[in-house]
């Protein structure tokens, strides 16, 4: 089996570990890193996340990586996998914080707020939930996953301008962005890493689909 050059950025805020277990599960080596050189060698990119909006736009900052994850990929087209925060951290702006995030899928991070509604549900929206896919031609999604349940733990939701960038949908209370795809950019707000047989299911997608190595 060919390999791809697999980076896991480390900014100090990411469940770095779990996702480098999932894709050795399924046969793939990965790098847990922040160092330029390997970041720029890859083939494929995920940034992780769990904490704070603003803590994780000044990781990035203070460790210079905004430049270098720019060049990778807006200009060279990388493509990049963003989940939980790391999602919510491709897009503009985000309610829990005044810092601007990367700004590569317009759009803004809003906090669930069930105070007014009749169903007054729990936040964070946690556990086992289901997602839908959108886009009507998503193989990441449809290929070889007979069912799309995956595990959730997030506070906040994707707001999208264009909701030609939504990649799949979730029910919690009203229906929200769970996934989110603009070219090469990939954002996933539940956890695959923790979904069992289902996320490695999608791990195998991504790599395959996105890398265009066959295994």
């Keep these: 089996m060919e390999s791809p050059n697999i980076c896991i950025i480390d900014y100090g805020l990411g469940n770095s570990g779990s996702i480098q277990n999932m894709l050795k599960r399924i046969g793939y080596k990965s790098t847990i890193t922040n160092n330029t050189a390997d970041l720029n060698a890859a083939d494929l990119l995920f940034l992780p996340g769990v904490g704070s909006f603003d803590d994780g736009m000044s990781n990035l900052e203070n460790l210079n990586l905004i430049p270098v994850l720019e060049r990778k990929v807006l200009v060279e087209k990388t493509p990049i996998v963003g989940i939980c925060l790391g999602m919510q951290l491709l897009l ?30 729990r936040v964070p929206h946690m556990g086992w ?53 603009k070219e090469n950019i990939l954002g996933l707000q539940f956890h695959p890493e923790k979904s069992h047989k289902f996320g490695m299911l999608l791990f195998k997608n991504i790599v395959n689909q996105l890398t265009c190595v066959k295994s």
Aim: charged content about 25%; glycine content about 8%; overall charge negative.
């Design 92 to 121: 503009n702006s985000s309610e829990e914080g005044t810092k601007p995030g990367l700004g590569w899928i317009p759009g803004q991070c809003k906090k669930f707020d069930f105070k007014d509604k009749q169903e007054r549900l």
């Design 129 to 181: 939930n289901l997602i839908h896919a959108t886009q009507s031609d998503e193989s990441i999604l449809h290929l070889d996953i007979p069912e799309l349940r995956y595990y959730f733990v997030h506070s906040y939701y994707a707001e999208l301008q264009d909701q030609s960038h939504e990649l799949c949908s979730t029910s919690y209370g009203f229906d929200f962005s769970s996934g989110i795809r």
